[in-house]
């Protein structure tokens, strides 16, 4: 099966919420309740990945500022950086519905995600995308794309890393997107 075309758009009132399922009951639950009303008092802003044809939620991701422990923070992402803490942006979450799972919609939504921090991030600084992994599996994924796991921080779960704009600066640039 093939990824529909899409774009993105922020949250608003006229998206139906009700029918996006990607099967894990938080992230379902956030965007029905929560994601539109976190977006509009300005704690975490949500963008949907909108299916061009008809109009329904293939995926979201949410982003808020954040920052991190300088020490726990990969030597690759601090590299030049004083000794304060890491300043970025936390990937809040992300998910995409049930129906496009495993076509690389994911994929899509960190890079598109990536590219509004790199463009904040010229402006009010930040050098990195901080994520918290649900699980070792989705660690792995994370992985996969470029992430970094913080370093001397207690095991378990979440599992926080990182990936650099950098990093995503240079996906975007071979894909000719930046």
């Not at 690759?76 to 998910?95: E, Q």
């Not at 010229?122 to 994924?141: H, P, T």
Request: glycine share 10%; aromatic share 6%.
């Amino acid at each position: 099966m093939t990824l529909p075309a899409w774009h993105e758009e922020a949250i608003g009132r006229e998206h139906d919420r009700d029918a996006f399922d990607c099967t894990d009951g938080e992230l379902n639950q956030y965007l029905k309740k929560y994601a539109r009303q976190n977006h509009e008092n300005g704690g975490a802003k949500t963008f949907l990945a909108i299916e061009d044809e008809s109009g329904r939620i293939l995926g979201y991701y949410t982003l808020a500022p954040s920052s991190a422990v300088y020490d726990q923070t990969p030597e690759a992402a601090r590299k030049g950086l004083p000794r304060h803490p890491v300043p970025g942006f936390r990937l809040a979450r992300l998910a995409t519905d049930k129906s496009v799972g495993g076509q690389g919609l994911g994929t899509q939504l960190i890079l598109a995600a990536g590219r509004r921090c790199i463009r904040v991030a010229g402006e009010v600084g930040g050098v990195a995308l901080f994520i918290d992994a649900k699980s070792e599996r989705a660690a792995k994924w994370y992985e996969e794309r470029g992430a970094l796991r913080l370093v001397g921080v207690p095991e378990g779960l979440p599992i926080p890393m990182l990936i650099s704009l950098k990093t995503i600066a240079a996906a975007l640039n071979a894909a000719d997107q930046l």
